[in-house]
């Protein structure tokens, strides 16, 4: 099993960057086939000091294993995300892989 953590950082320029980025999180990387879990969501605020709230918005993957993952990084409609929604919403993004 191979777990893909990726924390996005939004345009603070654009109030809607956020959302525009969920959206396009939900049409593109959820039709690509192979994820055993898949789940984005914004920030959610905490009172605990070690929660890191820098961030607007993240997405947990779950494949069965690393050659899907690696699989999904080349899909077309991946990299049409990358280039269509991610450049144009985010000012950074961290990704936390692991098996």
Same mark, same amino acid.
């Given at each position: @099993?191979?777990?893909? %953590? &990726? %924390? ?16 396009? %999180? ?12 898949? =789940?984005?969501? +914004? @920030?959610?605020?905490? =009172? #605990?000091? &070690?929660?890191?709230?820098?961030? /607007?918005?993240?997405?947990?993957? %779950? !494949?069965?294993? +690393?050659?899907? /993952?690696?699989?999904? /990084?080349? =899909?077309?409609? =991946?990299?049409? !995300?990358?280039?269509? &929604? !991610? +450049? #144009?919403?985010? +000012?950074?993004?961290? &990704?936390?892989? !692991?098996?």
């Amino acid at each position: @099993m191979l777990s893909h %953590i &990726v %924390i996005f950082w939004t345009d603070p320029g654009n109030p809607c960057a956020a959302d525009e980025l969920m959206a396009g %999180i939900n049409h593109y990387l959820k039709a690509v086939p192979g994820a055993l879990h898949f =789940h984005v969501g +914004k @920030m959610a605020p905490s =009172h #605990r000091s &070690v929660v890191d709230q820098s961030y /607007q918005v993240a997405l947990n993957m %779950i !494949f069965p294993d +690393k050659k899907t /993952q690696d699989d999904y /990084q080349v =899909h077309p409609l =991946h990299v049409e !995300f990358v280039e269509g &929604v !991610f +450049k #144009r919403t985010c +000012k950074k993004v961290v &990704v936390y892989d !692991f098996e």
